[in-house]
């Protein structure tokens, strides 16, 4: 609902499955076809988007976000039943003022976050009750100059977590100021960006960043980027204390350099890039079990991933039909290059749960109030412990999506038939999958 200075949207969605689809065991030696029992799921999400026009310069907006899900926690294949259950809810909120020129466009933003999580599994006494709390403040100025785009700003972001298993409410009080120049050529488009952000626990070196784009030919674009990267370790990494978990506030945090290269081509309705990438990460927080069976996260001294991407599509109009087709393929090699433990069997080994090889095609027609949509994707072998003795076979899946759009009523309706083949494949470890399984969608807009 809009008109010349005001603009209003709301959303609301509910999701709701029974999860309780057959599957082969294979965790046992007979591979017995059994039924999971303790999968149920049910969300809510509500969104509401409003924009007012104040004057030919200036505007105010206001966005809200709330979302709820609860979803019964399914046992694994070799584990006891499951009673335990799960809760997270969600509340956001943004108002953002936005005055816009000739020279440039000034954006400052307030966001209040809330974030709540429940997880209680009575069989193994665990009652874990989590609350989140974060305001953030960012005035944001961007400024144009013929060719040139000069971008400065700061923010401001408080943190505060409360949680049962914490043996103290954490609070942090984080700042950023960034700032970026642009500069845009026929031939060339080149940006350079710096950070530098305060941490109450930890020093933060300046964050730099250097992207460049640069025709070779009329229909072929290199591209080339630089960056450093900064992670401090999260809130659970540092303080949670309980169950067979505890917290290390020794932890070191995060750092990487990264670099890509490739090409782009683009001729009328097809296009094709390719991307070599690589990053260096220092001190990793990997959690790991110790004595007792207690998990602990450690710094992993050195680890190093790199790979490429290829991503190609092309389209066509045949008639009132619309033909388009997009494919992608990557290769990605994450492996743990040094260690701080002694003989580290996880040296040069591939990272728990990262396919080396990942691949997918879209097929997507278009005819009048009528779509069709087809997917395919493949993900290759993985290991599912860190020194590689343990992994899952690679699997292959199809979905296939019809859409119908009306016309004369503001009603959308889908119908979706996932793992069309009825695939037996796992993407954890001993947790099962669905087969093939139906999703109907029906949308009203007002």
Request: hydrophobic share 40%; aromatic share 12%; glycine share 6%.
């Amino acid at each position: 609902m809009s008109n010349k200075h005001h603009f209003l949207k709301v959303g609301f969605s509910r999701l709701h499955s029974d999860n309780n689809f057959k599957y082969i065991n294979t965790g046992l030696a007979s591979k017995p076809v059994e039924q999971q029992t303790h999968g149920q799921a049910d969300a809510w999400h509500w969104v509401g988007d409003y924009a007012a026009k104040l004057d030919a310069k200036n505007q105010i907006s206001f966005h809200s976000w709330l979302q709820r899900t609860e979803r019964e926690v399914p046992s694994g294949m070799i584990s006891a039943a499951s009673d335990a259950v799960q809760t997270d809810a969600a509340q956001r909120f943004l108002v953002e003022w936005k005055r816009q020129s000739k020279q440039g466009v000034l954006r400052f933003t307030q966001a209040h976050l809330l974030e709540q999580f429940t997880y209680k599994d009575p069989s193994k006494w665990i009652d874990s009750r989590y609350e989140a709390e974060s305001s953030i403040s960012k005035i944001h100025y961007r400024h144009f100059v013929k060719n040139i785009t000069w971008d400065i700003g700061w923010q401001q972001t408080k943190n505060q977590v409360a949680n049962n298993y914490y043996v103290h409410i954490p609070k942090e009080d984080l700042g950023a100021f960034f700032t970026a120049v642009q500069i845009k050529e026929a031939q060339w488009k080149g940006v350079l960006s710096i950070r530098k952000e305060t941490h109450p626990l930890y020093a933060v070196p300046l964050i730099p960043s250097l992207g460049l784009d640069f025709k070779l030919l009329p229909t072929v674009l290199g591209k080339l980027a630089l960056s450093k990267n900064f992670k401090a370790p999260a809130f659970n990494d540092l303080y949670w204390m309980g169950g067979f978990a505890h917290g290390n506030p020794d932890l070191l945090p995060e750092t990487a350099q990264s670099f890509e290269c490739g090409l782009d081509w683009e001729q009328k309705q097809s296009n094709l890039s390719i991307t070599l990438h690589s990053t260096q990460l220092d001190d990793m927080i990997k959690w790991t079990p110790v004595e007792g069976g207690v998990w602990i996260p450690q710094n992993l001294l050195e680890v190093w991933a790199r790979g490429l991407e290829l991503q190609g599509a092309t389209e066509a109009q045949i008639g009132l039909l619309k033909v388009r087709l997009a494919a992608s393929y990557s290769f990605t090699q994450s492996t743990l290059e040094k260690s701080a433990l002694v003989n580290d069997a996880a040296i040069d080994q591939q990272l728990m749960y990262v396919p080396k090889d990942k691949a997918s095609a879209i097929l997507h027609l278009d005819y009048q109030q009528w779509s069709c949509m087809t997917t395919a994707s493949y993900t290759g072998e993985v290991n599912t412990t860190s020194d590689g003795l343990r992994t899952l076979d690679a699997y292959e899946l199809f979905d296939v999506q019809l859409k119908y759009r009306s016309k004369t009523a503001p009603i959308n309706i889908s119908w979706q038939v996932r793992n069309l083949l009825d695939k037996t494949y796992q993407v954890y470890e001993w947790y099962p999958t669905p087969g093939r399984n139906y999703m109907i969608t029906i949308s009203i807009t007002i």
